[in-house]
Nanobody, 124 residues
Framework: QVQLVESGGGLVQAGGSLRLSCAAS????????VAWFRQAPGKEREFVAG????????YYADSVKGRFTISKDNAKNTVYLQMNSLKPEDTAVYYC?????????????????WGQGTQVTVSS
């Protein structure tokens, strides 16, 4: 079991940057793969980026490749999402999710543990 709490959301101008954090409870965080999902108004929740349990493997949605970076610090029980060159279409509620096992999956249903979400708004 793991509990997740996101922070770092806010309002930024297009082209700006934002760094999200996800703090996790538990003593076996290294056993959990983690991912960031986002959900914009009227749209389905979509995969943004994922990190393997060790933090050594990452995967990104095509829409954010080259702009976003996920990192997993098992020593601090924290996952980060560095977002650069933000676009208005990045506006959404961003959720941190975790699943037991080290492999990344791209469907929200694969993740049993979720944070409460943090709002990211990018103005044009």
């Amino acid at each position: 079991q793991v509990q997740l709490v996101e922070s770092g959301g806010g309002l930024v101008q297009a082209g700006g940057s934002l760094r999200l954090s996800c703090a996790a409870s538990g003593r076996t965080f290294n056993r959990y793969a983690v991912a960031w999902f986002r959900q914009a108004p009227g749209k389905e929740r979509e995969f943004v980026a994922g990190s393997s349990g060790s933090g050594g493997g990452t995967y990104y949605a095509d829409s954010v490749k080259g702009r976003f970076t996920i990192s997993k610090d098992n020593a601090k029980n924290t996952v980060y999402l560095q977002m650069n060159s933000l676009k208005p279409e990045d506006t959404a509620v961003y959720y941190c999710a975790a699943r037991e096992g080290g492999n990344i999956y791209y469907s929200a249903i694969s993740y049993a543990y979720w944070g409460q979400g943090t709002q990211v708004t990018v103005s044009s």
